[in-house]
């Protein structure tokens, strides 16, 4: 201004220097919140699936991130607030210590439904727009229901849909180890070993047992006394 030259904006932000931040910030990453607060956050998302018959169905998958447990899920044609208000009425039982939601912002999550959530006395976490890496708990488990099940298997239909997943599910859970837990079971991401106990000897009369799922697309391994 002293030197009487007129200036764009553009060109000053061409070439001003950025302004650090100040070190020693106070407020902790988003990864950091996450991991202190896993056990009392439930994830949410929905993802879409398409029959033989070329319908599109949604399915709605809630989370509990401390041990990847899948809580609850569901599928249909047409998701509303109502009917998602329901899907979460049962992921998030009054007996359980919850404390945060996580979701996108999907147009079926209204405010009336985060209303009714913090009634609960559970806070609602809206992951930033345009940025599934906030709710990447929940990407990564949609992602492996697709490649372990239904890039292998179209449903005929909601009902077949929801069968499918029911089995997958109850495998993902009881028996489909996780490298994050330890690896471990979500089922039995709480009943670890204490440091002074011995895992329980193999008799000799024991024998491995498979259990075929989805009709042989996955298997299951249990050691059995032998009759």
């Known amino acids: 201004m002293k030197l009487q030259i007129d200036l764009s ?20 990453r988003w990864s950091t919140f996450l991991k202190n607060h896993a056990k009392a956050i439930v994830a949410c998302d929905f993802f879409t699936v398409v029959t033989a018959s070329f319908r599109v169905l949604y399915v709605f998958v809630a ?12 599928a249909t044609e047409h998701p509303t607030a109502e009917w998602t ?3 979460l009425r049962e992921a998030l039982p009054g007996d359980q210590d919850y404390k945060f939601l996580l979701h996108d912002r999907h147009k079926t999550f209204s405010v ?9 006395g559970i806070d609602v976490l809206k992951s930033p727009a345009h940025t599934p890496t906030a709710n990447a708990f929940c990407e990564r488990v949609i ?7 239904l890039d292998y298997l179209i449903p005929l239909n909601e009902t077949h ?8 599910v109850n495998h993902y859970n009881s028996a489909l180890p996780h490298q994050s837990l330890g690896p471990g079971i979500p089922d039995q991401a709480e009943q670890s070993l204490s440091a002074d106990e011995d895992p329980k000897p193999i008799s000799p009369n024991s024998q491995v047992i498979t259990k075929s799922i989805l ?10 006394e032998a009759a």
């Open 9 to 28: 904006p553009r060109t000053v932000a061409k070439y001003i220097k950025q302004r650090r931040g100040p070190r020693g910030a106070r407020d902790q």
């Open 63 to 74: 989370l509990e991130i401390g041990s990847r447990r899948l809580v609850h899920f569901n």
């Open 85 to 87: 208000m329901q899907q």
């Open 112 to 120: 009336c439904l985060e209303e009714e959530v913090e009634r609960w």
């Open 143 to 149: 992602g492996t229901i697709r490649r372990e099940c």
């Open 161 to 168: 849909l929801k069968r499918m997943l029911r089995e997958w």
């Open 215 to 224: 009709g042989g697309l996955h298997h299951e391994y249990r050691w059995a």
